[in-house]
């Protein structure tokens, strides 16, 4: 996906455009993980779609729930909903830090006259 050691540092606009990737991936899985907390919100805790939408960014953004949970089907969702919510932010971090992270490790790693200008 990204040029080797031995090969030069990519140029700014092939930098720029994996950021802009980055950015498309991490958005759609956000909006496919929210989509999940709202359509299981709304299905299992029998709340309204506005409910559902606020419980789910809220869980989602590591905030913590709004609404009271009072079905078992309902907590246990919120349970396993909120550990997925963990793991996303993980695989966005290292979506988003992907692309910087190995530009700073590629330039750290070349010789002088390797780099483009």
């Known amino acids: 996906m990204f040029e080797q050691t031995f090969e030069k540092l990519a140029s700014l606009s092939?930098?720029?455009?994996?950021?802009a990737k980055s950015a498309l991936l991490t958005g759609i899985l956000i909006?496919?993980?929210?989509?999940?907390?709202?359509?299981?919100?709304?299905?299992i805790a029998g709340f309204d779609w506005v409910d559902s939408?606020?419980?789910?960014?809220?869980?989602?953004?590591?905030?913590g729930p709004v609404n009271p949970l009072i079905?078992?089907?309902a907590k246990m969702f919120a349970?396993?909903?909120a550990l997925f919510s963990g793991l996303v932010f993980i695989?966005?971090?290292?979506?988003?830090?992907?692309?910087?992270?190995?530009?700073?490790?590629?330039?750290?790693?070349i010789d002088e006259n390797d780099m483009e200008e």
């Not at 909006?31 to 299905?43: D, E, K, P, V």
């Open 53 to 63: 939408i606020l419980e789910a960014s809220m869980i989602l953004g590591g905030m």
């Open 31 to 43: 909006a496919l993980a929210l989509s999940i907390g709202i359509i299981g919100y709304h299905q």
């Open 71 to 73: 079905t078992t089907g």
């Open 79 to 81: 349970a396993g909903y």
């Open 91 to 109: 695989a966005i971090m290292g979506i988003i830090l992907g692309p910087f992270t190995h530009r700073m490790l590629h330039k750290f790693h």
């Open 14 to 19: 092939v930098f720029v455009g994996r950021l």
